[in-house]
C-alpha cells in the first residue's frame, strides 16, 4: 500500500502541476475579482474534483467513457462553456464585470465557475477512471483505494493552488490597474478559448 502511494505521489504532482483550464478559471478569477473570488473559484474546482473521484470510484465515469453519446454531449457542453468564458474576456474592459450581478455572470466567476469547469470536462472523469486503477495495489478493492488515491490527487490540488495564490500577492496591485487587467483579460480569454476548441475537437 504504501509503495503504491509513494509511487503515485510524484506521478500526481506532475499532473497537478500542468496548467489546465481550472488553473485559466482561477487565474481569470483573480484578475477579475482578487483573492476572495480566486478562492472561491479553487473550492469550486476541488468540489468538481471531488465528485468526479466519487463517481470514478463507484465506476459512474467508465459507464461515461462507454457511452459515446453522454460523453460526445457533455464534451461539447464543456467546450461551449469554455468558449463562452474566453469570448467574454476578450470582450472585457477591465474595469469591471458588468454581469457579474446576474445569474449569468454567476455561473462564470466563484464558485461555480470553478465547479462547472471540471463538472462539464469528461476527460477528468476517464482520466481517474483509467490513472487511479493502475496504482491500486493487488488484492486491495479498487473501489475504496481509487477513492483514496483520489482524495490524495485532491489535497495536492489544493497544495498548488495554495502556492499559486500566496504567490500571487505581490502581483495583485500590478495587475490592480485597467490597462494591465484588460491585457491579462485577452491572454486569458484567448487561452480558455483554445481550450474549448481543443477540447470539442479532440477525440
Request: charged share 15%; proline share 5%.
Amino acid at each position: 500500500m504504501l509503495t503504491s502511494l509513494l509511487a503515485f505521489i510524484p506521478a500526481a504532482v506532475l499532473i497537478v502541476l500542468l496548467p489546465g483550464p481550472d488553473t485559466l478559471v482561477v487565474v481569470r478569477n483573480l484578475v477579475r475579482g482578487g483573492r476572495r473570488q480566486a478562492l472561491s473559484a479553487v473550492l469550486g474546482v476541488l468540489s468538481g474534483l471531488g465528485v468526479w473521484v466519487v463517481t470514478a470510484a463507484l465506476g459512474l465515469s467508465a459507464v461515461l467513457r462507454a457511452s459515446n453519446d453522454a460523453y460526445l454531449g457533455l464534451r461539447l457542453a464543456g467546450a461551449c462553456y469554455l468558449v463562452g468564458m474566453g469570448v467574454r474576456s476578450l470582450r472585457s474592459r477591465g474595469a469591471g464585470d458588468p454581469a457579474g450581478g446576474s445569474a449569468i455572470g454567476v455561473l462564470r466567476t466563484g464558485y461555480v465557475g470553478g465547479l462547472l469547469t471540471d463538472l462539464l470536462n469528461p476527460k477528468v472523469g476517464v482520466f481517474f477512471v483509467t490513472f487511479l486503477p493502475g496504482f491500486v495495489p493487488h488484492g486491495f478493492p479498487v473501489g475504496w483505494f481509487s477513492l483514496l488515491l483520489g482524495g490524495v490527487f485532491v489535497v495536492l490540488t489544493a497544495a498548488y493552488f495554495a502556492v499559486l495564490l500566496r504567490a500571487s500577492e505581490p502581483v495583485t496591485r500590478w495587475i490592480a490597474t485597467a490597462r494591465i487587467r484588460r491585457r491579462l483579460d485577452r491572454c486569458t480569454g484567448l487561452v480558455l478559448v483554445g481550450f474549448g476548441v481543443r477540447l470539442a475537437l479532440e477525440p
